[in-house]
């Protein structure tokens, strides 16, 4: 079909993996990219040594093209750009930080740039900075998230607005009929994070996964907006922390209750009563942990299903 | 073009206007009806008198159908009901409580009911309750809104699978584009609150409009939520709760801070300091106040350049 994004990410379908701490790793990422995405993986949960090591599996899994994701605020950011430069990956998504310190590094590497926002006002820093796209997340993903709380819907035609990038649509979506509503807003592809969280190939662990495809709407809460916002299930240490928050702890209590390997310990490790258990709101939708193949055929048909319905429809 | 809400409601395009406490008098519901769309009396900011005198002159302005939202924890409830049968309304919003206690006796009187929901539990308990149709709005919508935080792109496609009733998506919609994201994401229809808040006939005052069509993302939150949430404007009175429930105070000292009528004060009577400031996540997106002629007009046309872009996609 080719658009703005398979064009500049040299994949079959405009779907990204969300980069994932403790979800995306090797296998996740190039089942995805060997079913016409593109996969990600997920270094804010890696050592460098960690994420060499995941570079070399991924290559040695797939010949489609692949990417890193990379908080920029992560401690051992050099460690890692510069695994990333040696091994020549070729695609770095970068998040929470500022895109003009690595962007012109990266692409001096040859290296395709997207930035993941939250708001216009970042998109237009992100593009000044010279990035080749940007990702618009909406408060309805999981994990850290933005402090505007703009949720996709509103976010999409904004971005789209202020910025003449290639835009990918994140937050919330995770169906073909989502991949087609991102698009009529201007979206020219989409990430979804929490729809390959629960997928086999995934390293979350299982008991995670399994409590995911069990939880309703309103079973997550931004919470934590004292520190760094973050998209939590409703789980005890959620409720050890809303209780904090309710009674007006500051940050430093809030620090001193989380110690540190929170999500290590909910997300690979599989506790669910003291872990930070991240996941998006779509995670309602979604009832079954499938393989990634399957994932992908799903959502291709369900795009091109709703598009047809669409096509049939008439104008006002 | 006919579908199940414009069937329903007998109107030519799919498109209600929020019927909002302060902006809903019967110059805007008229108008919008006038124009194509469903035209609906706020009657949250009403006394039964008042809302008697809006019916008889909305009548007087337009032929086509209008309705009256009702938000039904509303203390003069019985007095509005009354009205509403005595005055022959054929159509009737409800939001914010049961909709088992009135939905049995309006349909009794030969009335159209739609419920206003936040999630598909709800939906479903509306469903059970013999309403016509639902609306499910999303978390970027302005004032009172749900304490699951649901945003619209994760909303529709879950209210769409919990119940089989024509659906009408809102939250997060102003433009053309944004109602053929909510048909992808399959609602039948959609209310747009905020856009129409924002035009000349909105009864709010011009004071706030001018404040609201310059406003970013990240200018309004949701705050209030150890009472009833609600999506406000950050201005001084917001700054006051924020600094209350920051160091964790509870509902009596908030509802002490805010009194009586601050959402008149803001919004009517245009205190922009003192007032409760009640606008939704798209007012980013609104950069005029136009007559609802215009921006009926201009929606229509978005929504058929959008269509006939989708139409030109390929499927994949």
Redesign the interface.
Known sequence: ?GNRITDLLKIK?PVIQGGMVWCSGWKLASAVSNNGGLGLLGAGSMTPDVLREHITKCRAATKQPFGVNVPLIYQEIDGIMKVIIEEGVKIVFSSAGNPKTWTGKLKDSGITVVHVVS???FAKKAEDAGVDAVVAE???AGGHN??????????I??VR?AVSLPLIAA???G?G??I???????ADGVQMGTRFALSEESSASVEFKRLCITL???DT??SLK?LSPARLIKNELFNKIKELE????DADELLELLGRGRTRTGMFDGDLVNGELEI???T??IREIEPVETIMKKT?SE??N???K??S????
Request: glycine share 18%.
């Open positions: 079909m379908y708001s216009s006002k909406g408060f309805e933005g402090r505007e709380e703009t949720g996709t819907f509103a976010l035609p904004q607005k937050g919330g979506i169906t009929e989502g087609l509503a991102a698009m009529s807003l201007g309703n709407e309103g809460l931004l004292k309710d009674r007006g702890a998006g709101q779509i309602s939708l291709v795009f091109n709703a598009l047809k669409l096509k429809t008439d104008g006002w």
